[in-house]
């Protein structure tokens, strides 16, 4: 069945420095959101991106849809102590399930 | 700003038992859908609801499981006969329209503890 996979899983950080997670899919998407999850908190939507090659920015964060709407990916620059979490990948296959990445968990070093 | 409500927080049940999980979707949506999160992992889909009947299921939602909306406001998932892997949170979500077009709004998740 379809997949879309996530890396990396982790990603350790100090604060400060830049964070970036990755999403594929084994076939087109028709979109993909964007969700993050505080630890022992529940998936808040982030964003939806739709067009081919599409870039939308939310202060420090910059998602990106690619080219043939098989990848997508979600860079944060200067992390902050607030961005700890875990960010899912959440692509609309044909059938109009969401299908989840795995998640990349953002832990900032002390 | 209106919230997706689910109860209990915390469910333990014991292997076999039947267990009902439930939620109150946010008023004006018209989509409900249930989440399992086994510990550290991945959200999985379970099901979706829309106008009294199920419109997705996932391979997880076997027979096991099913859904009801028994009045306006309350959506539940029921599992007939739990198994220890049944553990996990669950969460209940609902959206104005189908996911393609509109975020899901979660809420804060039920933990089922299955002994």
């Known amino acids: 069945g379809q997949q879309v996979m996530q890396i990396p899983q982790y990603q350790h950080v100090q604060e400060g420095e830049d964070f970036t997670t990755y999403c594929n899919s084994s076939?087109?998407?028709?979109?993909i959101q964007w969700y993050k999850q505080r630890p022992g908190g529940h998936p808040v939507f982030l964003i939806q991106?739709?067009?081919s090659g599409e870039v939308k920015k939310q202060k420090r964060l910059t998602f990106q849809f690619g080219e043939a709407k098989k990848n997508s990916s979600l860079h944060i620059t200067a992390t902050q102590t607030t961005d700890v979490g875990t960010y899912f990948c959440a692509g609309k296959d044909s059938n109009y399930q969401l299908i989840w990445g795995a998640g990349t968990k953002l832990i900032i070093k002390p | 700003e209106p919230e997706v409500t689910q109860t209990p927080s915390h469910q333990v049940t014991q292997m076999g038992q039947e267990v009902i999980l439930r939620c109150v979707p946010i008023s004006n949506h018209l989509y409900f859908y249930w989440y399992r999160q086994i510990l550290g992992q991945k959200v999985e889909f379970l099901v979706s609801?829309?106008?009294?009947?199920?419109?997705?299921k996932s391979e997880i939602f076997d027979d096991q499981f099913s859904v009801e909306r028994p009045d306006g406001s309350n959506f539940t998932l029921k599992i007939r006969s739990t198994k220890l892997e049944d553990s996990a949170m669950y969460f209940c979500?609902?959206?104005?329209?189908?996911?393609?077009?509109?975020?899901?709004?979660f809420g804060d998740g039920t933990r089922l503890s299955i002994l």
């Open positions: 979500a609902s959206s104005e329209a189908r996911y393609s077009n509109q975020p899901q709004h």
């Open positions: 609801f829309y106008n009294n009947e199920i419109s997705e």
């Open positions: 076939t087109t998407l028709s979109n």
């Open positions: 991106l739709v067009k």
